[in-house]
């Protein structure tokens, strides 16, 4: 994945006015980005096995999915990591869903103390432009579990529209709806 400049977002939410920066994630973030990922799903409850969930070591495993995909942060004016999402180009190591000539999302994560500023849309939107920019790339898609309303607000409003036909499971328990955006 090719490296962009970051882009400066200024977002006034419920909490007032923040200013963080979104980038791609440095190699001395991945620890703190994988701590924040992995405790985000659990404390959101959406790993079935708790901290015996085999996903929890995907989940923590930054600098994996940074080397086979590209992984951009969203980081507070002092430097914490303050979100995160995991970008793929359809038919890569990290698509789930996206087959070529699509791009996907996965993974994204807002720290609580950041949650109603922006943060998670502004991940959303970089996402969306690095779809864009990929030559011959026609819809950006995601996979979401239904106990997460707060990110289905964000997609909607963004203009992503519900694919139930590609709704699945990754595991029989666990069952994921999915969306997408024409480009």
């Known amino acids: 994945m090719g490296s962009r400049a970051p882009a400066r977002v200024t977002a006034r939410g419920r909490l007032g006015r923040m200013d963080f920066t979104i980038r791609a994630v440095r190699p001395e973030e991945y620890e703190e980005l994988g701590d924040l990922t992995g405790l985000t799903y659990l404390n959101d409850g959406l790993l079935l096995h708790g901290e015996d969930d085999f996903y929890l070591d995907v989940l923590r495993d930054t600098a994996r999915r940074a080397r086979e995909s590209e992984v951009l942060v969203?980081?507070?004016?002092?430097?914490?990591?303050?979100?995160?999402?995991?970008?793929?180009?359809?038919?890569?190591?990290?698509?789930?869903?996206?087959?070529?000539?699509?791009?996907?999302?996965?993974?994204?994560?807002?720290?609580?103390?950041?949650?109603?500023?922006?943060?998670?849309?502004?991940?959303?939107?970089?996402?969306?432009d690095r779809a864009r920019a990929l030559t011959g790339c026609a819809r950006l898609v995601l996979s979401t579990a239904p106990k997460m309303v707060s990110a289905h607000r964000i997609y909607e409003r963004m203009g992503f529209v519900r694919t139930p036909d590609r709704d699945w499971r990754p595991i029989p328990e666990h069952f994921l709806r999915t969306y997408a955006l024409e480009l």
Do not use: K, N, S
């Open 74 to 128: 969203a980081v507070d004016a002092d430097g914490t990591v303050i979100g995160g999402v995991t970008f793929a180009e359809g038919g890569t190591a990290w698509a789930d869903i996206a087959v070529p000539g699509e791009a996907e999302f996965r993974m994204l994560v807002v720290a609580p103390a950041a949650r109603g500023r922006g943060v998670g849309e502004a991940l959303v939107r970089a996402c969306v």
